[in-house]
């Protein structure tokens, strides 16, 4: 079974006090069981198992209770792990739903295989869709901006810009506190080398190697009090 349907441990929670954030939870553990039971028979499993990296969960949404977090559990994670809203830019998530959508209607860019892939997907409605891609933008990052930070062409950011624009735009360091950014970039290493490996294989020696403390230095020193 491909890594990326993995069943995602949260811990316990009462009832009486959690009882919404239980039943998210368990909507998410019935979305996988089901994505996973389909996959596991089907010959196009492995195609999506590198798309998502495994480290955000269901807990980590934010608005968990919301329609649109709802939502994102229960279609997103039919194809691939759940996506973190911040991932992108609140422009750029129209264009990405509108691709997600498409695909999970059977259409795209493999043509008929595409529509082999998809079934027993279910696609959202238009009602649903727009709540989701709503509830996205809302929660999407938010880019920096560079007349803010007169320091983001020095040496000791090239290691920020470099990492972080290969996936999405430069996030801005007020998002989050110094502590909270320490473990934001260890989350983005796992991801980067998650993405970037073909199940087996092992890392280049002779590849570019990012300076970790740097790009945690910068975003201390820039980042909320």
Same mark, same amino acid.
């Given at each position: 079974?491909?890594?990326?349907?993995?069943?995602?441990?949260? =811990? #316990?929670?009462?009832?009486?006090?959690?009882?919404? +954030? /239980?039943?998210?939870?368990? &909507?998410?553990?019935?979305?996988? *069981?089901?994505?996973?039971?389909?996959?596991e028979t089907s010959p196009h499993g492995p195609m999506l198992e590198r798309i998502l990296p495994p480290t955000f969960a269901p807990s980590q949404l934010p608005q968990p209770d919301?329609?649109?977090?709802?939502?994102?559990?229960?279609?997103c994670v039919q194809c691939h792990n759940l996506p973190n809203p911040a991932m992108h830019q609140a422009?750029?998530?129209?264009?990405?739903?509108?691709?997600?959508?498409?695909?999970?209607?059977?259409?795209?860019?493999?043509? =008929? #295989?595409?529509?082999?892939?998809?079934?027993?997907? +279910? /696609?959202?409605?238009?009602? &649903?869709?727009?709540?989701?891609? *709503?509830?996205?933008?809302?929660?999407?990052m938010r880019p920096l901006d560079p007349a803010r930070y007169p320091d983001l062409e020095s040496p000791q950011a090239q290691s920020f810009r470099v990492a972080c624009s290969q996936c999405h735009a430069l996030p801005d360091p007020q998002r989050h506190t110094a502590r909270e950014w320490s473990a934001v970039v260890e989350r983005m290493l796992k991801?980067?080398?998650?993405?970037?490996?073909?199940?087996?294989?092992?890392?280049?020696?002779?590849?570019?190697?990012?300076?970790?403390?740097?790009?945690?230095?910068?975003?201390?020193?820039? +980042?909320r009090k």
């Open positions: 079974m491909p890594r990326l349907l993995h069943h995602v441990a949260l =811990p #316990l929670l009462v009832p009486a006090a959690f009882a919404s +954030a /239980a039943t998210a939870t368990s &909507e998410y553990d019935d979305a996988v *069981a089901h994505a996973k039971a389909r996959w919301s329609a649109g977090a709802r939502l994102a559990v229960r279609y422009e750029k998530w129209p264009k990405v739903v509108d691709r997600m959508v498409l695909r999970m209607r059977g259409r795209g860019n493999l043509g =008929p #295989l595409m529509s082999d892939m998809m079934a027993g997907v +279910a /696609a959202p409605t238009e009602a &649903e869709t727009a709540t989701l891609l *709503a509830w996205l933008r809302t929660n999407a991801n980067m080398a998650w993405m970037n490996r073909v199940v087996g294989s092992r890392a280049d020696p002779d590849e570019p190697q990012l300076r970790v403390d740097e790009i945690k230095d910068w975003l201390a020193r820039n +980042a």
